[in-house]
């Protein structure tokens, strides 16, 4: 069933991230999504800008999971038929797109830090598309196997 396996160097031996320890690093990722959205929202009710720079701390750690999730290459992935998407490539998918979540969150962090315009929009920004992520994580995660 798994006759591929994404690795950087052919002959240099990997772990291997089974289905099992994938999904476990993306319920981690969920969790934490759902804390620097916490935080961000906590922070608007508290007047509390530091509480929000938490928040957006926390989605730039999970760009550098999802980065490490992505540049190992150490996912099995099912061979590709007519089937539908396996729930593997949808879990890489979702670790791209929240590399790139992590770039915005870093940029919008850097205009709140130096107070420059369009700082506010910035982070309502980021708290839609981490929803969004936050539910695709969940979409894939009540995938059967």
Known sequence: ???????????????????????????????????????????????????????????VLLGLLSLWVILTNTVLIPEVTESPLSKELKILSYF???ALF????????LLNVFRLRFRKLSVYLEVFVGLMLFFMAFGILQMPK
């Open 1 to 59: 069933m798994f006759d591929q396996k994404l690795t950087l160097l052919p002959n240099t031996k990997f772990l291997i991230m089974g289905s099992g320890l994938l999904i476990g690093i993306t319920t981690v990722s969920q969790y934490l999504l759902f804390l620097g959205i916490g935080l961000i929202f906590f922070s608007w009710i508290e007047k509390k800008e530091k509480l929000q720079l938490a928040g957006q701390a926390i989605f």
């Open 96 to 98: 791209k797109f929240l």
């Open 102 to 109: 992590s770039a915005f969150s870093l940029i919008s962090s």
